[in-house]
């Protein structure tokens, strides 16, 4: 097979994904569903239907599943218990003239687990939820700028960054965004400062002094994890400069806690935003925050239809009861350290230069090559080979409760084959011979 020709074992979904390339710009809705980012030509576009830890493409196939709806999906593919709960619902309605009261079940639930949490408003994902966060801190505090740590979704305030150079993304977001699009009266209102780098936070506060409404970053991103005092660090100067911080939970929301990173780290913020596991695939999302602060969002014009309907209300009560009940983070943590044990003992067998980073909850695989390009090769080789055998992989690894011993067996099994593949390719650099689906460089989310 040549490189990126399809494989006809997945020829009904890419049939499908032709006619969605003429009618859906970008051919999804969601970047890192595009099947460009992972095997090209083997990596089914389309899923028929999931179960636990696997999903069944379009052609048949079933896949074990390591990223699970990009972490959405913490119990696992239709899990009985939520899907019940939103089944009832549904035969009592979904959206209504004037309010359900899970509504206020729900803020009660956050409320309790959360530890900043003491209002609620809520939205549909991640991105919208970082857009209403900030527009809260802003309209609070009264100034404009932000500063930034992380991804934190597709919206103009964010994008912003790069409208003065389009490279201030590339380590935050994805190399390469262009801020098409972007008003270029919001330049200079976006301002990043480094992970794990208090002085870097400083001086832009110094710089911007009195004019920072909000410090907003991911607590824990791939595999970086916060250095002793950091987050202290940063918790200390936004105080200092009257700035509120905003802790991103959409990834590690309810995935490393159940009060997320700021009950797992001890560090309290004083908004956060919330997606993807709180309702196990259901869409839904979550501001929370100190009461003082959140009072204003009742003044501002945050409004949507479909932001309370009574699925995405009943799929997270249920998800984070079940979550509550199965004692999900010691599973979650298990799978994660089984995985990275397993990962790193077949790469240092076979002398790979790869590595299983980060918490076992989120798992990042790492390169210790120094060489982009030969980093790149890995991946799409390691990529490539899991696909052909059922496993539907990246450079991340997002565990979920269906993740048993079994399925866990199955990826060792897998890795096992592939590892002395990787192995020979390094020895020989013949990757132009064994790549038959290498990755596309656009939009590509870093991981580390």
Known sequence: MTTNQRDPRVARSYAVYDEALELIPGGAQLISRRPTLYAPGLTPPYVARGKGAYFWDLDGNRYLDLMMCVGASILGYADDVVDAAVIAQIRDGTAYSVSHPLEVELARELVDVIPCAEAVRYCKGGGEADAIAVRIAR???????????????????????????????????LPGIRPDGV???????????????????????????????????????????????????????????????????????????????????????????????????????????????????????????????????????????????????????????????????????????????????????????????????????????????????????????????????LVEAALREVAPLLRAALDAGDWEQRLHARSVDAFRRQVG
């Open 183 to 409: 008003p270029h009266g919001l330049a200079g209102t976006c301002l990043p400062f480094r992970y794990n780098d208090l002085g870097s936070l400083q001086g832009q506060l110094e710089q911007h002094r009195g004019q920072v409404a909000c410090i907003i970053m991911e607590a824990a991103r791939g595999a970086a994890l916060p250095q002793p005092g950091f987050l202290e660090g940063v918790r200390r100067l936004a105080d200092e400069h009257g700035a509120l911080l905003i802790f991103d939970e959409v990834v590690t929301g309810f995935r490393l806690a159940l009060g997320g990173a700021q009950e797992r780290f001890g560090v309290i913020p004083d908004l956060a935003t919330y997606a993807k596991s709180i309702s196990n695939g259901y869409a839904m999302g979550a501001v929370v925050g100190r009461r003082d602060v959140m009072q204003i969002a009742g003044q501002l014009f945050i409004s949507s239809t479909y932001w309370s309907d009574a699925v995405g209300l009943a799929a997270s009560l249920a998800t984070i009861r079940e979550l509550r009940r199965r004692d999900a983070y010691r599973g979650l943590a298990e799978a994660g350290a089984r995985f990275q044990a397993s990962f790193d003992a077949i790469a240092t067998e076979y002398g790979l230069p790869l590595y299983a980073s980060g918490l076992p909850e989120l798992v990042a695989i790492g390169s210790r090559t120094g060489d982009p390009a030969l980093t790149r090769c890995l991946k799409d080789y390691y990529v490539q080979e899991l696909t052909r055998r059922g496993i539907f992989a990246g450079f991340g690894v997002n565990t979920c409760l269906a993740h048993g011993p079994a399925e866990l067996g």
């Open 139 to 173: 309209a609070y505090t009264g100034r404009e700028i932000v500063l930034f740590c992380g991804y934190h979704g597709w919206h103009d305030w964010y994008l912003a960054a790069n409208l003065e150079s389009d490279a201030v993304l590339d380590s935050h977001l």
